[in-house]
């Protein structure tokens, strides 16, 4: 399915290797914190888990430890979260959020927002419809920080995913499933299942960061730059935006000839 929106030719910020991109996009995040506390005002951060972001948040926390970065007027988003899984298991992403960011600085406890995945199917829409409530109460994301899986998804707004689609429950692709079977032990341990923030929420965000990082993101970065618009490959979406910067390490970057 093809969209048919302009697209933008945007470059992407290159740096030599995946600690230099992730202490840009750091630094990045901790000017929006400061210039929003200059200004009295809460920063509103949509937050992404897995490998890719490790580097950025051990950046966060050094700065918030050497260089008193607060981030106590932070208000957190995370994109998504496996359906169902407990809070507390090791491989949930609210575990995740713990061990990598928010137990080493001084957010508020009430500040941090993870989907809840212990609900019925019954209740999963409503409760996603009041997550999308929440994010919108505090005027939609100031700044959403994004990785792309291999199939081009963002979040877990896998392959087919509407750009109009909002906060939801996904199936999970295979080839998702299968980049997360080593966590997870089996194939089958992995959930099948994902709670999302949506593409358009993603869209809606004032500044988006998409940061990618080693060799195995290279096709579908390329793809998803200089490819068609097209839902087979969520990520393809930025390009019809001007509030993205694309964010690579020279081994994501490898395979990008920009469009003249």
């Known amino acids: 399915m093809l969209n048919n929106k302009h697209t933008l030719i945007k470059s992407p910020t290159t740096f030599m290797d995946s600690e230099k991109a992730s202490a840009y996009t750091a630094h990045q995040i901790a000017e929006l914190i400061r210039q929003k506390q200059k200004e009295g005002k809460p920063a509103v951060l949509g937050l992404a888990t897995g490998n890719t972001p490790k580097l950025v948040y051990k950046e966060l926390i050094r700065l918030h430890k050497e260089e008193n970065l607060s981030f106590e007027n932070v208000i957190s988003f995370n994109l998504d979260e496996y359906y169902p899984i407990e809070k507390e298991h090791h491989l949930s992403y609210t575990y995740f959020m713990a061990e990598q960011l928010f137990n080493h600085v001084d957010i508020k406890k009430e500040n941090i927002h993870i989907p809840h995945t212990d609900f019925s199917q019954g209740d999963i829409e409503k409760y996603c419809l009041s997550y999308e409530d929440k994010i919108n109460s505090f005027g939609g994301l100031d700044l959403q920080l994004l990785g792309i899986g291999r199939n081009g998804h963002i979040g877990f707004n896998e392959p087919g995913s509407s750009f109009d689609s909002i906060t939801r429950l996904i199936d999970l692709h295979p080839l998702t499933r299968e980049d997360a079977a080593p966590e997870f032990g089996t194939l089958n341990e992995v959930p099948h299942q994902a709670i999302s923030i949506g593409i358009n929420t993603i869209m809606n965000a004032k500044k988006i960061l998409l940061l990618a990082l ?37 081994q994501a970057a490898q395979l990008i000839a920009l469009k003249n």
Do not use: C
């Not at 390329?222 to 935006?241: C, H, Y």
């Open 214 to 250: 080693g060799e195995r993101k290279s096709e579908i970065v390329n793809k998803a730059l200089n490819g068609e618009v097209t839902t087979e490959i969520p990520a393809s979406v930025l390009q019809t935006i001007s509030h993205v910067e694309y964010i690579l390490d020279k």
